[in-house]
């Protein structure tokens, strides 16, 4: 039976009954619908289907918000009537019919010269094996020489990163001063709430579906106002049937993403925002158990910010960091991270690299500076720097996320040389023009940006140079002997002790910070001397993929564990590992 239209409130006739359309018997005409563009009918919620003499059938779920966007429709259909139809079925047939031109959109949406894509095949690999070549035989002419210039810049890399760790420690760790103008007061009423609307990309995770919804079924905020959009590939049918099986709440829902040229989860991130409605974007990852109360925290925080605050980034922590020696020190190095160097980081003002989850924007920010990179895998530190170029920043929120942490070296390093990778090519992409970087970032944060992500690779990558004077401790030679004086080798000492001491003062401070349970691990901190070697082999990695295949998006595998409360504590329950997975 048709169903009557809502009376608008300055209207003075009586409300016409609206037919119901089949979108299933009705597909629209393309080029009605590229008339307006179909992202924009998703956000507004409307089907353009054909035309009926001078009008234009426009199905809607919602003919209220249609009237209110009427002058802007009409401009470009002419006059329009409205028909009614369910929002999922607007959004499917869209998804359907259109799903390849919003899948290569989302590919494209941060203008090509601050985006990796550029990138492709930049680096050639004969290019790169001549310069190898290049550099072994120069190390064959003058071996000394070129160990000496490694060391040193490996020992710089050291100090500087050291040295901005030590500061953003002390800044986190003072009492925080509101800037001008920022003082915040009690929290005004809101006349209404949101609409939220988080993306979880997941892809081939049939293993931790069910324990997802359960846990985000804990998140409190009003059901009609948050929607959880599952990013779901097209041919990840392992997943979806998952999904099909889980029964999702009406504020669930998967939306399937068409593959593409590249397939990576900023791409999917891009391809979902457009079936989102909410006022403020979130992202989470699959083996993420958010706080119950994060939403609310979020909403609240965001009302109150200034303008120029886009966004804001929660504490990411491990429900298994009990599992061993690994992740007890990816524990404390995420502790040391989200709890100490990012708030400093935000607090001196300078570029902050952001994690990939429980991330919440404004959206009319995200969409200013053109979403996600589709082509980095390092989306989140990519986003952060081009945040800081928009001139908005980000501020860190006391909520915490917990999620599965890697718990085998060879998990660890395919996740952290996609890291490595992703910082690599950032850096490369954003140095293009590195004149309009230092215009956009200032001295300031354009030196930081430099220590932050060309430091944090060479560091690694020429760790083995500095590992190798523990030669000396052993009584052994060191080939730099000759060259060092004794002056200089007291130097180089006192540094590497100075830079050890800062780390773990700075681990137990951040384990401190992060509450009772946490405190117990460290005496683990000093093994991250040790856990710090895989890097290496990370970066080496990692460097290879950026002349290989750039955008190869090594996945995490995920659910080996899952999170159970007992006693106020997080333990584990390992899960056998699936066969089809």
Known sequence: ??????????????????????????????????????????????????????????????????????????????????????????????????????????????????????????????????????????????????????????????????????????????????????ERGPLVLMPERPMVSVIVPLFREASIAGALIERLCRVRYPRNRLEICFAVEEDDDITRAALERADLPAWMRAVIVPGGSVRTKPRALNFVLDFCRGEIIGVWDAEDAPAPDQIEKVVSHLHRAPAEVAGVQGVLDFYNSGQNWLTRCFTIEYATWFRLVLPGLARLGLVVPLGGTTLFFRRPALEEMGRWDAHNVTEDADLGVRLARFGYRVELLDTVTTEEAASSPSAWIRQRSRWLKGYAVTWGVHMRAPRRLLRELGWWRFMGFQVLFLGTVIQFALQPFLWSFWLILFGLPHPLDPMLSAPLGHALWAGFLTCEAINLSASAAALWRAGRQRRALVPWAPLLHVYYLMASVAVAKGLWEVIHRPFFWDKTEHGRVSPRRRRGRDVTRLRPRSRRA
């Open 1 to 182: 039976m048709p169903e009557a239209a809502p009376r608008p409130a300055n209207s003075s006739t009586p409300p016409r009954r609206l037919a119901r359309a089949d979108l299933l018997a009705q597909p629209p005409e393309p080029r009605l619908v590229e008339a307006l563009g179909p992202a924009l009918c998703l956000r507004l919620g409307m089907l353009p289907l054909r035309r009926a003499g001078r009008e234009t059938l426009v199905a809607t779920a919602d003919p209220e918000r249609l009237a209110a966007r009427r002058r802007m429709i009409e401009t470009a259909l002419g006059p329009v009537r409205p028909i009614l139809a369910a929002p999922r079925d607007i959004e499917e047939a869209l998804r359907h019919h259109f799903g390849a031109t919003l899948a290569r959109a989302a590919e494209a949406h941060v203008p090509e010269p601050v985006s990796c894509r550029a990138l492709a095949g930049a680096v050639r690999p004969l290019e790169a094996l001549a310069w190898l070549q290049l550099f072994g035989a120069v190390t064959l002419v003058a071996p000394k020489t070129v160990l000496a210039a490694l060391t040193a810049l490996a020992v710089t890399a050291m100090l500087l990163a050291t040295a901005l760790k030590l500061a953003a420690a002390l800044a986190a760790l003072a009492p925080p001063r509101p800037r001008p103008g920022e």
